[in-house]
């Protein structure tokens, strides 16, 4: 286009320049921090055709803890991705280290709850018939029969579920499905010098809390995160990485802990690494994504499952820490020791009123929660009830001695 006209010659130079700035400057601040921005449906509708899916050692040992429909699901998604799933060493390597502990530990999930509960009904009982054994209207055996009728119940249940788990120490079908599915499609082993780098590196990057890794003691993750890094580099593919790790050091997440989506410190630190897209997914909505990408009917009750899973697995693991506890101060008869030894220690009549009270708060409190942190207040406040009349006989002692 040719222009005569010496001003409209200039006005259209501006224009022209203008918009090449708007272009290449303006528009480059999306270029440049993309991590920040919400993505649309066309940006994951690309990512599914042309991206590497990789597993979390999460995901292989969760498997266990799903329903034998929801696992054939979960194979029958991961055999559709055909040639593009691939596993780092490090999270094959934690798989096979941690497979019989989390079957033994499926196992040991019945025998757990029914210990709790039968820890439960003796001390209900026992309380009881200590706090309420004289009553005009009530009568506390036949409460405490139709307590043991509903708690009998429970176990029965529990008895039958664990006769339905499978026994995969006998054979263990998900492992060779997890075998057949990544035969040829797993990372090659870090030498001991490698190793050792990246636990020097680790060491940095936790002092400074660059993720992922900063949450554990060891650096298992970070091994994980360089060796994705690597495939995406060697491969020029971008990542979808499916865990159920739920930790910050992996997650952005809201003020009241629900997560956002992927640490945009890791999406960025991915993308000026390899100069490849990165994204992740917990396993319930890689699932839904999955149903839709292959047109799939979704249900539920999987993902439902999944959530109840990790449920279960977070109470179990929270009993054991409380079970730990509870071991560990030898229970009740630790505690009742603790007693009598304050009362010779203070060396005064005995205020059996004042312990009967403590005593009657004590079990409240651990029948309420079997929580060492319950107990360990009750001490406290027990403390605090015979604290004044060893006060008032020092008080008597000091007279004494100034005579």
Known sequence: MVIDNVFMQDVYYNYLVFNIYKRVYMGKIKELFPEYYDKNDEYFE??????????DTSVLLDIYSYSENFVGEIIKI??????????????MLEYQDNRIKTINALNDSF???EKVLIEGENKIADVLRH????????????????????????KEKLEKGAKNVPNYLEKDRIREEIENLFEDKI???????????????????????????????????????????????????????????????????????????????????????????FYMYRLEVFY?????YFKEKYNEEFTEEIIKSRSLQDNIEILKR????????????????????QQKAINVSADWDALAEVVKRQREVFNASINWDGLAEVVKRQEKIFKKPKEKNEGKSEKKDNN
């Not at 139709?146 to 119940?153: A, Q, S, T, V």
């Open 78 to 91: 991961i055999k559709n991705l055909s040639g593009r799933v691939w596993l780092p060493y490090q999270v």
């Open 131 to 154: 706090s309420f054994s004289v009553h005009p209207t009530m009568d506390i055996n036949e409460i405490i029969g139709e307590l043991k009728n509903y708690f009998d119940k429970i």
């Open 187 to 277: 990372g090659e082993p870090h030498t001991s010098e490698e190793i050792m780098r990246i636990n020097e590196l680790g060491k940095k990057r936790y002092e400074q809390k660059i993720p992922p890794g900063f949450r554990d003691k060891y650096f298992n993750d970070l091994i994980i995160w360089l060796e994705i890094i690597k495939k995406a580099k060697e491969t020029e593919k971008d990542i979808i990485f499916v865990t159920n790790d739920l930790k910050e050091d992996w997650w952005s997440k809201e003020k009241d802990n629900k997560i956002k989506g992927p640490c945009i410190k890791l999406m960025r630190e991915f993308r000026i690494e390899s100069g490849k897209e």
């Open 322 to 341: 409380e079970q730990e506890a509870l071991n560990a101060a030898n229970n009740w008869d630790a505690l009742k020791n603790k007693v009598m030894s």
């Open 46 to 55: 690309k990512l599914w055709e042309t991206s590497i899916f990789v597993f």
């Open 111 to 113: 025998k757990q709850i």
């Open 288 to 292: 839904k994504r999955a149903a839709k």
